[in-house]
Protein backbone atom coordinates (compact mmCIF):
# COMPACT_ATOMS: atom_id res chain seq x y z
CA UNK A 1 0.00 0.00 0.00
CA UNK A 2 2.94 2.71 0.76
CA UNK A 3 4.56 1.44 -2.49
CA UNK A 4 1.47 2.17 -4.24
CA UNK A 5 0.80 5.75 -2.45
CA UNK A 6 4.69 6.49 -3.03
CA UNK A 7 4.12 5.94 -6.96
CA UNK A 8 0.93 7.50 -6.91
CA UNK A 9 2.53 10.94 -5.61
CA UNK A 10 5.04 10.77 -7.78
CA UNK A 11 3.46 10.19 -10.90
CA UNK A 12 0.90 13.04 -10.10
CA UNK A 13 4.08 15.41 -9.93
CA UNK A 14 5.58 14.15 -13.25
CA UNK A 15 2.95 16.75 -15.97
CA UNK A 16 4.05 19.86 -13.63
CA UNK A 17 8.11 18.40 -14.53
CA UNK A 18 7.56 17.62 -17.59
CA UNK A 19 6.40 21.17 -18.46
CA UNK A 20 9.53 22.98 -18.16
CA UNK A 21 12.40 22.70 -20.74
CA UNK A 22 15.99 23.61 -20.35
CA UNK A 23 17.55 25.83 -23.04
CA UNK A 24 21.02 25.92 -24.42
CA UNK A 25 22.18 28.67 -22.15
CA UNK A 26 20.68 27.06 -19.06
CA UNK A 27 17.62 29.31 -18.92
CA UNK A 28 14.27 27.08 -18.41
CA UNK A 29 11.37 27.68 -20.74
CA UNK A 30 7.69 27.10 -19.94
CA UNK A 31 5.27 26.73 -22.26
CA UNK A 32 1.36 28.70 -21.32
CA UNK A 33 -1.59 27.70 -22.03
CA UNK A 34 -2.53 29.70 -24.90
CA UNK A 35 0.30 28.46 -27.41
CA UNK A 36 3.08 31.25 -26.06
CA UNK A 37 5.78 30.62 -23.91
CA UNK A 38 8.41 32.17 -21.05
CA UNK A 39 11.78 32.27 -20.44
CA UNK A 40 12.43 32.26 -17.21
CA UNK A 41 15.38 34.57 -16.29
CA UNK A 42 18.37 34.40 -13.82
CA UNK A 43 20.50 37.35 -12.56
CA UNK A 44 22.70 39.26 -14.82
CA UNK A 45 20.38 37.69 -17.67
CA UNK A 46 20.37 40.16 -21.24
CA UNK A 47 18.19 40.39 -23.89
CA UNK A 48 20.93 38.15 -25.90
CA UNK A 49 20.00 35.42 -23.04
CA UNK A 50 16.39 35.49 -22.93
CA UNK A 51 16.56 35.07 -27.33
CA UNK A 52 18.68 32.45 -27.38
CA UNK A 53 15.97 30.65 -25.04
CA UNK A 54 13.23 31.51 -27.23
CA UNK A 55 14.96 30.77 -30.38
CA UNK A 56 16.49 27.01 -28.83
CA UNK A 57 12.77 26.28 -27.56
CA UNK A 58 10.89 27.90 -31.02
CA UNK A 59 13.23 25.63 -32.90
CA UNK A 60 13.73 22.54 -30.83
CA UNK A 61 10.93 21.87 -29.02
CA UNK A 62 8.15 23.83 -31.06
CA UNK A 63 9.18 22.73 -34.40
CA UNK A 64 9.74 26.50 -35.89
CA UNK A 65 11.54 26.84 -39.06
CA UNK A 66 14.39 28.71 -39.39
CA UNK A 67 12.97 32.12 -40.99
CA UNK A 68 9.58 31.73 -38.48
CA UNK A 69 9.65 34.79 -36.44
CA UNK A 70 9.36 34.31 -32.46
CA UNK A 71 7.59 37.72 -30.91
CA UNK A 72 7.64 39.24 -27.41
CA UNK A 73 4.18 38.82 -26.43
CA UNK A 74 4.81 40.47 -22.42
CA UNK A 75 7.87 42.44 -21.86
CA UNK A 76 10.12 41.69 -18.77
CA UNK A 77 8.12 41.11 -16.07
CA UNK A 78 7.80 38.48 -12.61
CA UNK A 79 7.03 34.98 -14.41
CA UNK A 80 3.73 33.38 -14.15
CA UNK A 81 5.23 30.12 -13.73
CA UNK A 82 8.07 30.70 -11.91
CA UNK A 83 9.33 32.57 -8.55
CA UNK A 84 11.98 33.75 -10.20
CA UNK A 85 12.59 38.04 -10.64
CA UNK A 86 11.93 38.16 -14.13
CA UNK A 87 10.79 36.82 -17.33
CA UNK A 88 9.53 37.46 -20.86
CA UNK A 89 6.35 36.09 -22.61
CA UNK A 90 7.32 34.97 -26.39
CA UNK A 91 5.02 33.34 -29.44
CA UNK A 92 5.44 32.58 -33.27
CA UNK A 93 2.07 34.34 -33.34
CA UNK A 94 1.73 38.32 -33.40
CA UNK A 95 -0.27 39.38 -30.26
CA UNK A 96 -3.53 40.50 -31.64
CA UNK A 97 -3.78 44.55 -32.32
CA UNK A 98 -0.10 44.70 -32.03
CA UNK A 99 1.95 45.55 -34.49
CA UNK A 100 5.26 44.13 -35.67
CA UNK A 101 8.86 45.96 -35.35
CA UNK A 102 11.51 45.40 -37.36
CA UNK A 103 15.04 45.50 -36.10
CA UNK A 104 17.32 43.65 -33.52
CA UNK A 105 15.64 44.25 -30.44
CA UNK A 106 17.64 43.09 -26.67
CA UNK A 107 15.26 45.88 -24.35
CA UNK A 108 13.14 43.19 -23.88
CA UNK A 109 10.19 45.33 -23.23
CA UNK A 110 8.29 45.74 -25.96
CA UNK A 111 5.38 43.47 -27.37
CA UNK A 112 5.90 42.82 -30.88
CA UNK A 113 9.70 42.89 -30.68
CA UNK A 114 10.76 40.35 -32.93
CA UNK A 115 13.51 38.30 -33.99
CA UNK A 116 13.56 35.24 -36.97
CA UNK A 117 14.08 32.03 -34.69
CA UNK A 118 17.40 31.26 -36.32
CA UNK A 119 18.87 34.78 -35.56
CA UNK A 120 17.36 34.24 -31.97
CA UNK A 121 19.02 31.00 -31.35
CA UNK A 122 22.43 32.52 -32.90
CA UNK A 123 22.77 34.19 -29.50
CA UNK A 124 23.44 30.85 -27.66
CA UNK A 125 26.64 30.36 -29.94
CA UNK A 126 27.85 33.94 -29.41
CA UNK A 127 27.93 33.06 -25.64
CA UNK A 128 29.59 29.73 -26.05
CA UNK A 129 31.79 31.72 -27.91
CA UNK A 130 32.56 33.79 -25.19
CA UNK A 131 33.74 30.58 -22.56
CA UNK A 132 36.60 29.41 -22.58
Not at 67 to 84: A, Q
Not at 105 to 114: A, H, I, Q, R, T
Request: with cysteine; glycine share 10%.
Amino acid sequence: MKKTLTSAILLSLLPGLAMAWVADNRLTVNPLPDGSFEVIGVPGSAGSDYWCAAGDYALTVLGAQNNDRIFITRGRGEPETSDRKSSVQFSLSLPAGEEAETGIFLSMKKVGDNLNASFARNYCYDRKNLEF
